[in-house]
T-cell receptor, first 112, second 112 residues
Framework: EAQVTQNPRYLITVTGKKLTVTCSQN?????MSWYRQDPGLGLRQIYY???????DKGDVPEGYKVSRKEKRNFPLILESPSPNQTSLYFC???????????FGPGTRLTVL | KQEVTQIPAALSVPEGENLVLNCSFT??????LQWFRQDPGKGLTSLLL?????REQTSGRLNASLDKSSGRSTLYIAASQPGDSATYLC???????????FGPGTRLSVLP
């Protein structure tokens, strides 16, 4: 089954404790992206990747890092999480340009 | 910078009605526009993708149109059903980069 998976689905952590949210897709898509969704602000793009070893900032990249060492994986790294990074995070993938975006189920992160 | 708005923010209709959801974007240099559905606590599901060279796309009871000159897209839902209740989001990808900008969504309730 074609899908985008994220882990963990739920995470509660404390300020400053490094964490990684994994994202994996099995559709051989070149393009992958991370979003955060906040009430009243909608979905905002954090980082995206056009292909392996190619990443670029979205609209809200501060406080986040990403890497794309393999085509199927695109982890989101929070080196020193802060409470304002409490949010619902989505990973998505697509073929570049023309195809639809496929979204993962989301990761709900709470930073205390 | 592209900005996407959606009207109305919420809509409640009786079952069987036809309805229209609106999406507006500020930059007409749009590469494609996509409509999504989001159910509570879940990820996004792509409904329709309209390329910049297209005027509309149809899938079952859904029809989406794109008018670049006026900066508008509409999602038409025919013969609405309670199962259509969800939040509907539109997202535009512009010609200048690979990032997507989402609207805030329209929360639809279809009453039996």
């Amino acid at each position: 089954e074609a899908q985008v998976t994220q882990n963990p689905r739920y995470l509660i952590t404390v300020t400053g404790k490094k964490l990684t949210v994994t994202c994996s897709q099995n559709m051989n898509h070149e393009y992958m992206s991370w979003y955060r969704q906040d009430p009243g602000l909608g979905l905002r793009q954090i980082y995206y990747s056009m292909n392996v070893e190619v990443t670029d900032k979205g609209d809200v990249p501060e406080g986040y890092k990403v890497s794309r060492k393999e085509k199927r994986n695109f982890p989101l790294i929070l080196e020193s999480p802060s409470p304002n990074q409490t949010s619902l995070y989505f990973c998505a993938s697509s073929k570049p340009g023309r195809d639809t975006q496929y979204f993962g189920p989301g990761t709900r992160l709470t930073v205390l | 910078k592209q900005e996407v708005t959606q009207i109305p923010a919420a809509l409640s209709v009786p079952e069987g009605e036809n309805l229209v959801l609106n999406c507006s974007f500020t930059d007409s240099a749009i590469y494609n526009l996509q409509w999504f559905r989001q159910d509570p606590g879940k990820g996004l599901t792509s409904l329709l993708l309209i390329q910049s060279s297209q005027r509309e796309q149809t899938s079952g009871r859904l029809n989406a149109s794109l008018d670049k000159s006026s900066g508008r897209s509409t999602l038409y839902i025919a013969a609405s059903q309670p199962g259509d209740s969800a939040t509907y989001l539109c997202a535009g990808r512009d010609n200048y980069g690979q990032n997507f900008v989402f609207g805030p969504g329209t929360r639809l309730s279809v009453l039996p």
